[in-house]
């Protein structure tokens, strides 16, 4: 089973020739209203991308974007019995998508905030399951539901984005006490190499020192450079991502997540199961949108044997 406890947000996604500066304004011909959240997102990923069952907890607002977003988790057979009606407004995120297929995005939390770990079915907590963690709900809550996933046995998943402004060294060292696999981008790995007092080194040696320095398994994601995955001791391993062209990034590295956690859920290895994230990740940039442009176990299959 794979268990993701996240956001949930509507996307409001407009294209513009460039992403506007401070203090200016750009135009577009239209918007569009689209299903998103890191955690929503990678629920829908891993739902797609095999028949491992798929569960998701979580808050959406009492209002007609949250019963969108509930329903639409629900058609792509992802279970939302965990997925709480809060009193704020359902999350929304801003998105700007400039002519290279590179975006801004700004959030509004909403009921987001008040997903709560405690009010977690019990049974969900199990050694069978991966559970995979985002940073758009609170940093308490993550810190429990991954603790509450550790002492049942599980498997944690962490992907440390967006990385929180306020975030500590002591909280990220709690969090990753209690996970298994960091995932992150160049950015994110910079953000913890630097809470952990790791030096500046190349992106390799990075990873290497924060596995090492946390004993968990990194995995960076570095868009067309592909992934790059440190156990700890001896060199990294790089996977290669495919060639594509490229629409829209976003909701890339939510896919990555989500299809690793299915494939890792399902029984393949660390790196076997990366591989099969980078191939959906690359597929992922073809289209306009996070989930809309999420590629099928079936696309998924084909694109890896004709790699």
Do not use: W
Request: aromatic share 4%; proline share 3%.
């Amino acid at each position: 089973m794979v268990f993701v406890f996240g956001s949930v947000n509507i996307d409001l996604v407009c294209r513009v020739a460039a992403i506007a500066r401070p203090g200016e304004t750009v135009l577009s011909t239209r918007y569009e209203q689209l299903f998103g959240g890191k955690g929503a997102n990678q629920a829908v990923a891993a739902a797609r991308a095999s028949s491992v069952p798929v569960v998701f907890a979580g808050a959406v607002g009492k209002d007609e974007l949250g019963r969108a977003a509930r329903e639409q988790l629900m058609a792509e057979g992802i279970e939302t019995d965990n997925l709480a009606d809060g009193s704020e407004r359902t999350g929304c995120a801003f998105i700007s998508i400039d002519a290279h297929g590179e975006n801004a995005i700004t959030v509004a939390s909403g009921a987001n905030l008040e997903a709560r770990a405690e009010a977690i079915d019990a049974a969900l907590f199990r050694p069978a399951a991966v559970l995979v963690l985002q940073m758009e709900i609170p940093l308490a809550e993550i810190v429990a539901a991954a603790e509450r996933m550790r002492a049942a046995g599980g498997r944690v998943v962490v992907n440390l984005a967006p990385v929180p402004e306020d975030l500590s060294q002591r909280d990220l060292a709690r969090i990753l006490a209690a996970s298994d696999i960091l995932v992150v981008n160049e950015g994110e790995l910079a953000a913890a190499a630097k809470l952990a007092g790791i030096g500046a080194q190349t992106i390799p040696e990075t990873a290497v020192a924060l596995a090492q320095h946390y004993n968990v398994v990194v995995i960076a994601t570095l868009g067309a450079d592909g992934v790059l995955i440190a156990e700890g001791m001896g060199e990294p391993q790089r996977l290669s991502a495919l060639p594509v062209e490229v629409v829209d990034t976003t909701g890339a590295g939510d896919t990555f997540v989500g299809v690793f956690a299915s494939a890792l859920a399902g029984g393949m290895a660390t790196a076997q199961a990366a591989r099969r994230g980078a191939a959906a990740a690359s597929l992922a940039c073809r289209k306009m949108g996070a989930q809309t442009a999420m590629p099928t176990a079936a696309e998924i299959d084909a694109a890896l044997a004709g790699a």
